[in-house]
């Protein structure tokens, strides 16, 4: 059985020339900075689905080795949180399967304690 992160933003207006390049830079230093080649990454769909409003979508498989698990979700988030901030009055929904994941300022997307072990 797998875990995933999915993520989705929502917003009447579509993306603007700059925010799509906002997109594209926080996407492109992700994948830069990811450190493991052979697990799954931030991954935005091509077409953001058939929701209302839909902006953004996307989805991360999470990895089953404990050791690798903890990075890949802080990095993951992290990547979100800057999307989020990007991308000014859309409506985001973050989720581990069925759990969603809390917002807070000034760290963004996270579970507490998460970046304290």
């Known amino acids: 059985m797998s875990v995933s992160v999915y993520y989705t933003a929502r917003r009447p207006a579509p993306l603007t020339p700059a925010e799509a390049a906002a997109v594209e830079r926080v996407t492109a230093a992700h994948l ?9 990454s931030l991954y935005l769909y091509g077409d ?13 498989k999470l990895p089953r080795d404990p050791d690798r698990l903890l990075p890949v979700l802080i990095h993951v988030l992290d990547s979100v949180t ?30 507490p304690g998460m970046r304290e072990l």
Request: hydrophobic share 35%.
């Open 82 to 111: 800057e999307l989020r901030r990007a991308l000014a009055g859309a409506e985001w929904h973050v989720h581990v399967d069925d759990q969603d994941v809390p917002w807070e300022e000034p760290e963004g997307y996270g579970f």
């Open 32 to 40: 830069a900075a990811f450190p493991y080649d052979d697990e799954e």
């Open 48 to 60: 953001p689905g058939p929701e209302p409003d839909a902006l953004l979508a996307g989805s991360t």
